[in-house]
């Protein structure tokens, strides 16, 4: 690497920083947007397991959503084009009511209509956190935010090294080329002075 470094131009060299600086940011930022959501998603799968309540909710609404064009879904749900969404509203133990929204399975949204009942299951510790009748989450999307924290971090830990390579090669650089620098300034130092002619001397008039 370092010899690769020692024959690359100045300005070449700039822009490969640059491109490392830049590339480093971006494999950090994958790295912790993988890490909070897979976090996110085995805190709820924990939820799920061990904190819920089932209680009969009423449809509020349903509706259907154009997704062929959303390349960020497409990301989680290549199979799909269209999110079926229901709008549900249920009372909770501590006797309040809850209104939201949540996507179900193409069966689901079609056997229930507005108005109709629906079994939904919640979180004790967090309402916001539920499904309805027998859509119960999987969070298929949890191995893909494991993977963006995993190459993420390797990334990061990659452009690290080749970043700090670039530094210490510049560092390098610049020490040998004041070493030479000083090393010829000190030899014209050592050389001794040419002999001027002396005026005067030397001729008879």
């Known amino acids: 690497m370092l010899s690769i470094c020692r024959t690359m131009p100045e300005s070449i060299k700039r822009h490969v920083g640059v491109f490392l600086v830049g590339s480093l940011i971006f494999s ?15 805190q709820r799968m924990a939820g799920f397991a061990s904190d819920i309540h089932t209680v009969t909710g009423t449809i509020t609404n349903k509706r259907i959503a154009d997704i062929s064009n959303n390349h960020v879904y497409w990301l989680y ?14 009372q909770t133990e501590d006797d309040k009511f809850h209104y939201q929204s949540t996507d179900v399975s193409p069966t689901t ?34 191995a893909i935010f494991a993977a963006m ?29 004041d070493q030479t620098a000083s090393r010829q ?12 002619p002396r005026m005067g001397f030397g001729k008879r008039h």
């Open 28 to 42: 950090l930022a994958l790295a912790i947007a993988g890490f909070i959501a897979s976090y996110d998603a085995r």
């Open 77 to 90: 749900n290549v199979s799909r084009n269209q999110i079926y969404s229901l709008d549900v509203s249920f």
């Open 109 to 142: 949204y079609n056997v229930f209509g507005v108005g109709s009942t629906i079994k939904v299951t919640y979180v004790r510790s967090n309402p916001e956190l539920f499904y309805v009748a027998n859509d119960v989450p999987t969070y298929q999307d949890t």
């Open 149 to 177: 924290f995993q190459y993420g971090t390797i990334a990061s830990l990659l452009l690290l090294i080749f970043l700090a390579a670039n530094v210490f090669w510049d560092r390098d650089g610049r020490s040998q080329v």
């Open 185 to 196: 300034s000190g030899e014209g130092s050592l050389r001794p002075p040419r002999p001027q």
